[in-house]
């Protein structure tokens, strides 16, 4: 037991120190003025939060001007993005306090997205361009009580923009900049991102649309060898998304929403040490489509919701088949139904409890070279209730308890829960944090039903404790967070192939896997006109989960503010090294490999031209030009330069 909380042990001793060393401050207690929801479904103050919730606002998105959804994400505490400083068209990688893709959900305006073709039923970031997003909220640990199957080490909540408060507003913007490896110098434009929106409210009728497009070229994805050269993979996107809203009494409200979102890109061989992955003869087109409805009444004790949405994801794939000398196609459509109706209701002024029903249906065909899956064959759902109890006393303890029966149509019931205390000093600006919990990854359809597909399969099963502290010093000008963690899984999906017949299958792989660490963040007013933001993240993880999670990764930025109309912000990152694996074309075999550690030093300047109307920005990335690696055998990006604009009407 000691082994297994000693993260957790070593944050509450620090947590004791610096209460006892701080007694006889006169502080008030800690005031956050920010709200989330990722801990609740319902806006909370952040100080009655027992968790700690990373929250991007606009603001924080505006400053982060050119920048994608997985850069973004990626300088945040506990975060690790693979693939965001690689070519567009890369595969990204989401390695969460140890956790991989599939054990990461999704959440877009209260809906769970997911691939339901992919194999580890993830969902694909690159299909979302940040200039549609309103605010991010990233809630780290077990989260299956309240937002079901992939909610194991993180939920990323995303909000997109909905109507303002005008008739008719708008907003464009347009940039552009250079797409350099290290080792490429051109200073001419390769990527390409411009947008615009127009949104307003209209006594009761509020509304909400915007298109986007992004174009990018002049990077392979692979690393071309010393004194070669590979031609570029070019990467597309178009978005076009809208919202509609009724407000048809003083209590209820309809909301429906519609998108699609479309990626084509070029992409190369897997990398396998021939030197031979390089093509231009490959190419992919990922289609996804997404519309819902969300009905919302408000009644006297409380309030009654409904999520709904449908989605479906195409992807296909040309691809170069050196055997045969000819292009193979392939196919993958993916389909889901997501209906998420909950109400809280509030017992009493310091109690509210939040119950409700989860139901999720997905279905999946396939047509590919190697065979076929039909969808009538492919498909299951999902009924989960679940409920919470939020308790917030009067002498500073908040209690946030949860449990939910997930009923599987192909493995039968599972059950998980959470307990998340926490406490505020009433003398000391400090608030204690912790959490016990538990989550799920259900078994994803290709998992279960392809050629490779075991349908005996049980979810994967997670528990994450959880304990840290959070303070705000020198009258609240400095904010600082510290959150120890230990998480274990099993019954994890693994891949076995019978030596004997070479029969290959899905299976639950025996045994427990364990992963432990810290995560720290400090956010410092220094003045009015400078600020400074810090974070530290140590991962610990078994060797069954060591790839490509760093150890240890810092981001420090500092932003000045000289003017009311410029804004300088200069940040630092670094990523230590991390362990990799590729398969050796030449030996036919499996090749584990030590990538190096790396450093990251971008700027960017913004100066507002017309006031609340017309704003330039001028940014540079990795400007000392580091050769690094992200993914053994793949390009990343060196010095880079982008200008752009953002107009408001």
Do not use: C
Not at 161 to 170: D, E, H, I, R, T
């Amino acid at each position: 037991m000691n082994n297994k909380w000693w993260g957790i042990g070593a944050v509450w001793a620090l947590v004791s120190t610096l209460a006892y060393g701080q007694q006889k401050e006169t502080s008030q207690v800690n005031q956050l003025d920010e709200v989330v929801i990722s801990d609740t479904k319902f806006a909370q103050s952040k100080e009655k939060s027992g968790k700690v919730i990373s929250k991007i606002s606009q603001d924080d998105l505006k400053k982060r001007s050119g920048q994608t959804l997985a850069q973004v994400l990626n300088s945040v505490a506990g975060v690790e993005i693979n693939g965001s400083q690689s070519a567009s068209g890369k595969n990204l990688g989401y390695y969460i306090r140890g956790g991989r893709n599939q054990q990461v959900l999704i959440v877009i305006d209260g809906n769970p997205v997911t691939d339901p073709s992919g194999i580890s039923f993830e969902f694909d970031l690159r299909l979302i361009p940040v200039d549609q997003i309103e605010s991010i909220e990233i809630m780290k640990g077990a989260a299956s009580t309240l937002y079901g199957t992939g909610a194991a080490t993180a939920v990323i909540n995303i909000t997109t923009k909905s109507a303002g408060k005008k008739v008719l507003q708008g907003n464009g913007y347009a940039n552009m900049g250079s797409n350099n490896t290290a080792q490429q110098s051109k200073i001419n434009a390769q990527e390409f991102n411009q947008g615009f929106s127009a949104n307003g409210t209209a006594g009761q009728v509020s509304y909400a649309a915007s298109v986007n497009s992004t174009e990018s070229k002049n990077m392979s994805q692979l690393a071309p060898p010393a004194g070669q050269t590979y031609e570029a993979d070019r990467f597309s996107r178009i978005n076009i998304s809208g919202k509609l809203g009724w407000k048809a009494t003083s209590k209820l409200r309809l909301d429906v929403f519609g998108s699609q979102d479309k990626i084509q890109n070029a992409y190369d061989q897997a990398f396998d040490n021939t030197g031979t992955g390089d093509t231009p003869l490959n190419s992919t087109t990922s289609k996804q489509e997404r519309f819902g409805f969300s009905p919302a009444y408000t009644y006297n004790k409380g309030e009654f919701k409904i999520n709904s949405a449908y989605t479906k994801i195409a992807r296909d794939y040309d691809e170069y088949n050196s055997w045969m000398n000819q292009i193979d196609r392939s196919s993958y459509v993916g389909r889901s139904v997501v209906v998420d109706a909950f109400n809280k209701y509030t017992v009493r002024k310091d109690l509210f409890v939040i119950a409700g029903v989860n139901y999720q249906f997905h279905d999946m065909n396939s047509v590919t070279p190697y065979g076929s899956i039909a969808k009538d064959t492919t498909k299951f759902n999902m009924v989960d209730p679940y409920v919470t109890a939020v308790w917030n006393s009067k002498f500073g303890l908040n209690l946030n308890v949860g449990a939910r029966m997930n009923h599987h149509s192909a493995y039968g019931n599972h059950f998980v829960y959470n307990v998340n205390p926490s406490y505020i000093f009433k003398n000391l600006p400090v608030k204690l944090i912790s959490s016990v919990s538990t989550a799920y990854v259900t078994p994803s359809l290709y998992q279960l039903y392809s050629q490779y597909g075991n349908r005996t399969l049980l979810p994967e099963s997670n528990f994450t404790g959880e304990l840290g502290f959070e303070t705000q010093l020198l009258q609240k000008k400095l904010v600082f967070t510290a959150v120890g963690f230990y998480r274990e899984q099993t019954d994890s999906f693994g891949f076995y192939t019978n030596p004997s017949t070479f029969q290959s299958n899905y299976i639950n792989i025996d045994g427990m896997n364990k992963a432990k660490g810290v995560e720290t963040s400090l956010d410092y007013k220094v003045t009015q006109a400078v600020r400074l933001t810090a974070n530290y993240t140590f991962t610990q993880v078994d060797e069954a989960l060591n790839r490509l999670i760093p150890k240890h990764k810092a981001n420090v930025g500092l932003e000045v503010i000289p003017s009311s109309r410029w804004f300088v912000n200069v940040n630092y990152q670094y990523t230590d090294g991390r362990r990799d694996l590729f398969f050796d074309g030449n030996t036919f075999a499996t090749v584990p490999v030590q990538l190096g550690s790396y450093s990251l030093l971008n700027g960017l300047v913004k100066y507002e031209l017309l006031k609340n109307q017309l704003t330039l920005f001028a940014s540079a990335t990795n400007i000392l030009n580091e050769e690094f690696t992200e993914n053994v055998g793949y390009s990343t990006r060196g010095r880079n330069f982008r200008i752009g604009l953002n107009l408001s009407l």
